[in-house]
């Protein structure tokens, strides 16, 4: 028997024992992880609202939103009511699961 083996044979109950536990480790912390882009910070209302208000939206967004984030350069309201947000270069990813936090995609179009 090779030590690879041997190794293997000595470890099994250990091991399983060990690899659930990592499991479970690994599982809580994935499902836990993430920062909250904009601390304490709740929607004043529903997607449908902000659908057929896209003026308020954009304020809300202005105004409660943007300032939190670093890479917001600029932003417009498209002639269906979808904010188009334009976003620096590298911080797309960033910057869209920010916003998708909070808002539905369907009032977006990222550039």
């Known amino acids: 028997m090779t030590a ?18 990592l499991a479970v480790a690994v599982g809580a912390v994935c499902l836990t992880a993430g920062r909250d882009p904009i601390p304490d910070y709740e929607p004043a209302h529903d997607t449908a609202w902000y659908a057929q208000n896209p003026e308020e939206f954009c304020e809300e967004l202005e ?22 947000v334009t976003v620096q270069e590298g911080q797309l990813a960033v910057t869209r699961a920010a916003l998708l936090r909070y808002f539905d995609e369907a ?3 990222f550039s």
């Open 4 to 21: 690879g083996q041997e190794f293997v044979r000595w470890i099994r109950p250990a091991g399983c024992v060990l690899f659930l536990v």
């Open 63 to 84: 105004e409660e939103v943007f300032p939190h984030l670093s890479g917001v350069r600029d932003w417009r309201i498209l002639e269906d009511g979808r904010v188009e």
């Open 107 to 109: 009032l977006f179009v």
